[in-house]
């Protein structure tokens, strides 16, 4: 069983930037792909961004290109999600996961969810 912690989140001003991180419990880590969900009152759980094994390729939505990054470290055993030029409508708990398929926007590939960390916006 993979356990994922999320840490980095809060209130931020538009424009502003957060890192958020993602350590999981499994030493076959370097073996999962990952991946950064969000979700916000009344709105279904959106892909944000993924990255495959060695990170030799990522996948992001449009609403988070150029402005979110998103990067592992193995040895670490952690994922990360750089977000720059946060608007408000980023606002939403943001959620790491993690699957044995690839860097997939499809949210029911994912085996294992952290407990999401919330990322507040402020215009």
């Known amino acids: 069983q993979v356990q994922l912690v999320e840490s980095g989140g809060g209130l931020v001003q538009a424009g502003g930037s957060l890192r958020l991180s993602c350590t999981a419990s499994?030493?076959?880590?370097?073996?999962?792909?990952m991946g950064w969900f969000r979700q916000s009152p009344g709105k279904e759980r959106e892909f944000v961004a993924g990255i495959t094994w060695s990170s030799g390729s990522t996948n992001y939505a449009d609403s988070v290109k150029g402005r979110f990054t998103i990067s592992r470290d193995n040895a670490k055993i952690a994922v990360y999600l750089q977000m720059n030029s946060l608007k408000p409508e980023d606002t939403a708990v943001y959620y790491c996961a993690a699957n044995r398929i690839g860097a997939t926007a499809t949210a029911r590939v994912y085996a294992y969810w952290g407990q999401g960390t919330q990322v507040t916006v402020s215009s």
């Open positions: 499994e030493r076959t880590f370097g073996n999962f792909a």
